[in-house]
């Protein structure tokens, strides 16, 4: 960290690109980016419609990802453990930073579902489940 508990953006995007194999200049292509971030490339296309991801438009269509946008996005999305001691270098309230706060007990935070989750899915399964016809 830099003096005042702050974070070197610039050390940390290379060393974040470094370790994940990446170039922080080069353009990478929806599906690359994706593959990078590791989710899938309609999670990426709902994050960047949805203003979470920094992104190139490169004509009416085409769209590309800068490795350093990559490297904000992981960056932002840490879940970091104490908000005193450390913070994201960014100050916004994105989801998955400190200012966004912690969800509230029962609510699941997106990608899997939680436990309570799953064992409601699976008993709305059973109670709809035509009956056998024998």
């Given amino acids: ?74 960056i932002e999305s840490v879940q970091w453990p104490d908000a005193k001691a450390a913070s994201p270098p960014s100050s916004s309230a994105r989801p998955g930073s400190v200012g966004a706060g912690t969800p509230a007990h029962g609510t699941d935070t997106g990608g899997t579902q939680s436990e309570d989750a799953r064992a409601a899915l699976a008993l709305a399964r059973k109670t709809l489940k035509r009956p056998n016809s024998s």
């Fill in 1 to 74: 960290m830099a003096a005042g508990g702050e974070f070197d953006i610039e050390a940390l995007r290379s060393q974040i690109a470094g370790e994940n194999g990446f170039l922080l200049y080069r353009q990478y292509k929806e599906p690359e980016a994706a593959e990078i971030i590791g989710i899938h490339p309609a999670t990426l296309k709902k994050l960047r419609l949805a203003g979470k991801i920094g992104f190139i438009r490169k004509g009416k269509r085409a769209i590309a990802y800068f490795g350093f946008q990559i490297a904000d996005h992981l």
